[in-house]
C-alpha cells in the first residue's frame, strides 16, 4: 500500500491554494490570487479576500486534482491552515475543508500557516535533518526558529522581529517609493537597475550588545521613507532603483548574519530560509554566499514555493498525517493571531462572549 494522499488548503490571506502530497510528493497543487483585487488599494482589503475565497476554493480544489491526475475519493486526509491570518478567509478555508473531509469520511488536520512554509521545503530538498536553524521571513512573520522533529516538537524561537516584518518593510517602503503593490517583488525588480551602496540605511540591532538573533525593520522602514521625503521636499527626482538596491541589501544583510551566526552558535549545519521574502534574489544570493564561507548546507524552497500556496499545507499535513497526528475535533475553530508553537494547530471553538 502507498502513503495516504494529503490535500491541503491554503486561504489565510490573498491566495487560495490547493495541494495533493503523498509520501513527502507533490502530485499537484494550484493557485488563485485576489491580489490584483487588492492593488488599488495599496494592501489586502480582508472582506475582498475572504469573498474571493468563497469563489476560488472549489475550482481550486478541482484544478490541483486534474494536475495530480486525481479525483475526489482519492484523498485520505485534509489539512488546512487554522491560522494564523485574516479571520474571514481562515473561516473560508476552513469551513471548505470540512465540508470536503466530513463529505468524503477522512481525517481533517488544522494547521499553522508558518508550518506549512518551513514544510514545502521537503517537496523539493526531501526530508529536513534534525536540527535545523529556520529563517522565517513573510509579509506578517520574522523569526529565526530551531526546528527539530517538525510533525513532533515544539519550535523553539531564537529570535522575532520585535516590530515591522520584512516582507511588511518591503511592501511599505515600495509604497513611498510610488512602486506598485505587492512590493517585494517590486523592490527586487527595481533593484536590479541599482547601486546598493548609492544609498546608506541602517543595519538595525546589529550591534554588539544588541540581541543576536531579534529583529527590527521599523527604524530601516522610515529611514528609506525619510531619505525619499528629502527628495521630495528637494524636488529632486528620486533614484528609485538605487533606493530598492540600497534596502534590499540592508534586510539581506542583517537577516543572513544573524541566520548564519545563529547556525554557528548553536552547531547546527544546515540553514533553512523560507516565506515570501526567501523569493528575493539577494535574500538568496547573499544566504548563498555566507552559508558557502561558514561551511552551512543552505535550503530554500523554489521562489514559487515560497509565497503562499495549498502545497506547502498539504506538505505539513503529509508530515502529521505519517507522524500518526490526531484528527481535529467538529468543533475545530481558527485563530487568526496563533503564535508558532506546534505545526498542529487545533483552537478550540471559543465560547460566546458573555455580556458584562
Ligand atoms: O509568505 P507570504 O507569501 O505571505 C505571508 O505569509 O505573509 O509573504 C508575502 C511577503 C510580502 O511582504 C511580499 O512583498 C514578500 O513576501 N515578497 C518578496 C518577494 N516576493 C514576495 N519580498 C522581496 N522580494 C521578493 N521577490
Ligand atoms: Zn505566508
Redesign the pocket.
Known amino acids: 500500500m502507498g502513503f495516504p494522499v494529503v490535500l491541503g488548503i491554503e486561504s489565510?490571506?490573498d491566495?487560495t491554494g490547493a495541494g495533493l502530497v503523498s509520501g513527502g510528493r507533490l502530485l499537484g497543487h494550484a493557485l488563485a490570487s485576489s491580489m490584483d483585487e487588492h492593488a488599488r488599494f495599496g494592501g489586502v482589503v480582508p472582506e475582498i479576500a475572504a469573498r474571493a475565497h468563497v469563489h476560488a476554493l472549489i475550482p481550486v480544489v478541482d484544478s490541483a486534482l486534474e494536475r495530480a491526475g486525481l479525483r475526489m475519493p482519492d484523498i485520505d486526509a485534509v489539512a488546512v491552515t487554522t491560522g494564523p491570518g485574516l479571520s474571514g478567509a481562515l473561516q473560508v478555508g476552513l469551513a471548505g475543508a470540512k465540508a470536503l473531509a466530513y463529505a468524503l469520511g477522512v481525517p481533517l488536520h488544522g494547521v499553522h500557516?508558518l508550518a506549512g512554509?518551513v514544510a514545502v521545503d521537503t517537496l523539493e530538498h526531501g526530508p529536513l535533518p534534525v536540527p535545523c536553524v529556520v529563517l522565517i521571513v513573510?509579509?506578517?512573520?520574522t523569526s529565526l526558529l530551531l526546528v527539530r522533529d517538525l510533525a513532533r516538537d515544539p519550535i523553539v524561537h531564537l529570535g522575532d522581529t520585535l516590530d515591522d516584518a520584512a516582507?511588511?518593510c518591503?511592501?511599505k517602503v515600495a509604497r513611498v517609493f510610488g512602486l506598485p503593490y505587492?512590493?517585494?517583488?517590486a523592490?527586487?525588480r527595481a533593484a536590479r537597475a541599482g547601486e546598493p551602496g548609492a544609498v546608506t540605511l541602517p543595519r538595525p540591532l546589529s550591534g554588539p550588545r544588541d540581541a543576536p538573533y531579534a529583529f527590527s525593520f521599523s527604524g530601516l522602514k522610515t529611514a528609506a521613507a525619510r531619505w525619499a521625503e528629502q527628495h521630495r521636499v528637494q524636488g529632486t527626482p528620486l533614484p528609485v532603483a538605487d533606493g530598492a538596491a540600497a534596502l534590499q541589501e540592508a534586510v539581506a544583510d542583517v537577516l543572513t548574519r544573524k541566520a548564519v551566526a545563529a547556525c554557528s552558535a548553536y552547531g547546527v549545519g544546515t540553514l533553512v530560509v523560507v516565506?515570501?521574502?526567501a523569493?528575493?534574489?539577494r535574500v538568496r544570493s547573499l544566504a548563498e554566499e555566507r552559508c558557502a564561507a561558514a561551511g552551512i548546507t543552505l535550503r530554500v524552497p523554489p521562489?514559487a514555493l515560497?509565497?503562499?500556496n495549498g502545497a506547502m499545507i498539504a506538505a505539513v499535513g503529509d508530515l502529521l498525517v505519517r507522524a500518526g497526528a490526531e484528527a481535529a475535533p467538529p468543533d475545530v475553530s481558527t485563530d487568526p493571531s496563533a503564535p508558532l508553537r506546534y505545526a498542529l494547530l487545533h483552537p478550540a471553538h471559543s465560547a460566546p462572549a458573555r455580556a458584562a
Open positions: 489565510s490571506c491566495e500557516h512554509h513573510s509579509g506578517g512573520h516582507g511588511e518591503f511592501d505587492p512590493g517585494g517583488p523592490i527586487d516565506g515570501g521574502v523569493a528575493n534574489s521562489p515560497c509565497t503562499d
